[in-house]
């Protein structure tokens, strides 16, 4: 259902809307028809503005009541909206280097203002596809996994505060119900959303859809996705969410914010990193055959996972005597035993990260909402040599991830793939 008075906006009602604020007005400054507007969202759900004028800039975000990438047909409530704001505010308040300022929200219309990120800030998709080294990414998405993770989780906050947090984001229904259908569900069954690289793959989906352990594994995640509240997650922290320069990394877009799995979100993240390893061949010339660019995709990966480690732990330690009510201090008392629980506890971050990042690839592959990685390879047979690697190395990863107890053996069971 649509609200009373919520309109969806274009270039011309966004300048009369920001006119009606005087505050964003003078962020701009000059008059309206000095103001440039441009709509740029490329993402699947909604509606983005860049404003700039003669003083300042801001980016305008509008959820339209459809996901944007199907149409009308496809009702989707504009609630993420006002999830997405309260999300931005917890995370840009916990790691405010990695988000961008937000400025205004009006939850009636679904909008809202925040920082722009201005080039040479690209989304971190495309430069992975343009093969650019981002020296500082994995130092800079551990420190905003690590901090908005920890200190939403149960090691820093008391059962009551988490209650009613966890309370609060339930209320993004739709949102996490979009995820259950698209990433744990359709992607192992017949369903008109779904779409491969045919007739390539054929054989490769239908192998999916009758792999009875790999469809176990698939279930146990979705519940794990449901069932566990173990923090504020971004909830879609693929590299089209992170927007990147070589020396700066903000992450945007955290509409599927809700209490669940940590290992959701890093799985997003560095599922997201091997989808991009696994299409460089795709992207290889002659001036640049991406090998090298490759080792380093594969360096970040671990690079990632052990500063997420040490700084996740490091914020722990420190904060053990103070609060949280996982790991009480009474009963944790050397640091023998809170060294064993400390493994213990990441250890299992390990093998969630594994089979959500698993998920993640292979919906991209097999499901509705692909990846530029691979849908820019024009050449479908190249395309699905790519995505058969990525496919059967998220199969390996996804069924043996209980037994891997660190990235190097992770690399080392898809080794044929790599
Ligand atoms: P969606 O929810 O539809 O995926 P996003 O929040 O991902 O929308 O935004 C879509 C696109 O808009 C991004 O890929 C990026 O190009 C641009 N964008 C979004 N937020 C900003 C920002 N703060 N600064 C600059 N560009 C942005
Ligand atoms: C209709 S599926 C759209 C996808 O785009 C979003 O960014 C999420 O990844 C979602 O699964
Ligand atoms: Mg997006
Ligand atoms: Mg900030
Ligand atoms: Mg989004």
Redesign the pocket.
């Known amino acids: 259902e649509t609200k009373d008075n919520f309109y969806v906006l274009n270039t011309t009602s966004v300048v009369d809307y920001i006119m009606k604020h005087s505050s964003l007005a003078s962020r701009l400054g000059g008059i309206e028809s000095n103001w440039k507007v441009v709509e ?7 509606f ?1 503005y ?1 404003i700039e004028g003669p003083c300042g800039s801001f ?1 305008l ?1 509008q959820s339209v009541p459809y996901v ?1 990438c199907v149409g009308e047909s496809w009702q989707l409530n504009s609630d993420r909206s006002y999830f997405e704001a309260i999300a931005l505010k917890k995370q840009g308040t916990l790691c405010p280097q990695h988000v ?1 300022d937000l400025y205004h929200f009006d939850r009636h219309m679904s909008i809202i203002i ?5 080039p040479p ?1 690209i ?1 971190l998709r495309k430069g992975l596809i343009k093969g650019i080294i981002y020296p500082c990414l994995g130092d800079h998405m551990s420190e905003y996994m690590a901090k908005t993770l920890f200190y939403t989780s149960l090691l820093a906050i008391s059962t009551t505060t988490h209650r009613s947090a966890v309370a609060e984001f339930c209320g993004n229904v739709e949102l996490c119900r979009l995820t259950e259908q698209v990433i744990f569900t359709e992607p192992y069954m017949e369903a008109t959303n779904n779409r491969w690289t045919a007739p390539q793959l054929d054989e490769d989906v239908k192998a999916l859809r009758n792999d009875k352990v790999l469809k176990l594994e698939v279930a146990e995640l979705k519940a794990m996705f449901c069932e566990r509240s173990q923090a504020l997650i971004h909830g879609d922290l693929h590299s ?2 992170v ?1 990147a320069t070589v020396s700066s990394t ?1 992450v ?2 955290p ?1 599927f914010a809700f209490y669940g799995p940590i290992g959701f979100d890093v799985g997003a993240f560095l599922g997201n990193l091997l989808l991009a390893y696994f299409s460089q061949d795709g992207h290889a010339d002659k001036q640049n055959d991406r090998q090298g660019y490759k080792r380093w995709i594969l360096a970040t990966i671990e690079e990632t996972w052990s500063k997420f480690t040490q700084k996740f732990l490091s914020l722990w330690t420190e904060n053990w005597e103070s609060s949280g009510d996982a790991y009480p201090a009474g009963i944790y008392r050397s640091p023998t035993e809170r060294t064993l629980a400390q493994e213990h506890y990441m250890n299992g971050i390990l093998q969630d990260t594994l089979g959500f990042a698993s998920a993640k690839m292979i919906r991209r592959i097999v499901g509705i909402a692909h990846v530029e990685d691979f849908e820019a390879i024009s050449n479908p047979d190249l395309r699905a040599g790519c995505e058969r690697r990525a496919l059967n190395a998220a199969k390996k990863l996804m069924k043996a991830r209980k037994s891997v107890s660190s990235i190097k053996e992770a690399f080392e069971l898809i080794s044929s793939e790599l």
Do not use: C, F, T, W
């Open positions: 740029v969202g490329d993402g699947n759900l909604n983005v860049i980016v975000k944007r961008p925040m920082q722009y990120l201005e800030h989304i089209g969410s927007m903000k945007i877009d509409e």
